[in-house]
């Protein structure tokens, strides 16, 4: 029986140790009971040494039973624990995916996007690298979605976010904003080498695409915007990037670079700003309800 109750606390010291692995759990108590444990197991061995020796009474043998049963009563709890621990892990971790990406396409969603462009903002100040931040709209997207549905619709966004990350690097940060609106984080990238990108993502998009057995051939509008040399943070960046986009739908350009007298075209700024406002809106919601979900699951 002492045996066997050795053998229980020494299996229930593996779950108990991957629990302290998790990072939410390790100051929750489980290493003291990881300690508690070896020590248990020290007593066990001290009472088995014992009864070996000096043979073993009705009282020692009511003890040995005793100890039996709190090994398998400890080795249950730690099992079970492990499992409701890993399952509360991996929900937290769903609501998480589901708060910080688009449903339809998979992509980061603006929430994901604004902390992925702070974070290359960090490493290209401190690298002195540049940044390229691009933000792309579909044209003819609204006719089809009204010709054909949704569904079409939906089919074509997935399509099209594909064939676009399909051209970028590992490093390089492809967002859906909605609609029809996409945006990309180019770390380490020149001027010239955004406008190349630009160039093939363009083509990439002007390939027909079969939606429904039908051919349909779209095209897209890109505006660009370069770290540092027109703005220091993320808001601005977007925000010339999302000037230039419209500088190039207005003049049906495949894509353009932010200049200064963009801004002073007429209703730029009023559209940008209102459309900023409810950017900023909706990133502070998003991030309140994934806060929100992610408590709600733990509790």
Not at 144 to 150: A, K, M, R, W
Not at 281 to 290: C, F, H, L, N, W
Request: charged residues 20%; glycine residues 6%; hydrophobic residues 45%.
């Amino acid at each position: 029986m002492v045996l066997c109750g050795i053998a229980l606390l020494i299996s229930a010291l593996k779950p108990i140790k991957n629990i302290c692995a998790c990072k939410n759990q390790a100051g929750h108590g489980w290493r003291t009971l990881y300690h508690f444990i070896l020590l248990l197991t020290g007593g066990y061995l001290l009472f088995g040494y014992h009864l070996i020796k000096g043979g073993a009474t009705f009282n020692e043998l009511v003890a040995a039973a005793a100890l039996l049963g709190s090994g398998c009563f400890i080795f249950l709890a730690s099992r079970l624990s492990l499992k409701s621990i890993c399952d509360l892990n991996d929900a937290v971790q769903v609501e998480r995916y589901r708060a910080l990406h688009d449903p339809l396409t998979s992509l980061p969603n603006r929430i994901l996007f604004y902390e992925r462009i702070d974070h290359a903002l960090s490493f290209a100040k401190r690298e002195k690298k540049e940044i390229a931040i691009m933000i792309i709209d579909l044209n003819e997207f609204k006719e089809v979605n009204d010709t054909l549905g949704h569904q079409a619709g939906d089919t074509l966004l997935l399509q099209a976010s594909q064939r676009l990350k399909s051209l970028l690097r590992e490093s390089d940060t492809l967002a859906r904003f909605g609609g029809d609106e996409f945006a990309i984080i180019l770390p380490q990238t020149e001027t010239m080498q955004a406008y190349m990108l630009a160039e093939r993502l363009t083509n990439a998009i002007l390939e027909p695409f079969t939606i429904e057995r039908k051919s349909l051939t779209i095209g897209m509008s890109v505006g660009i915007s370069m770290y540092p040399r027109h703005g220091s943070d993320s808001n601005t960046l977007i925000k010339h990037a999302d000037i230039a986009m419209y500088s190039a739908k207005r003049y049906q350009k495949s894509f353009l670079l932010f200049k200064e007298e963009m801004q002073e075209e007429p209703g730029v700024n009023l559209d940008l700003n209102l459309n900023l406002d409810l950017a900023h809106a909706a990133s502070v919601q998003g991030q309140q309800r994934a806060a929100a979900n992610e408590k709600r699951v733990l509790n």
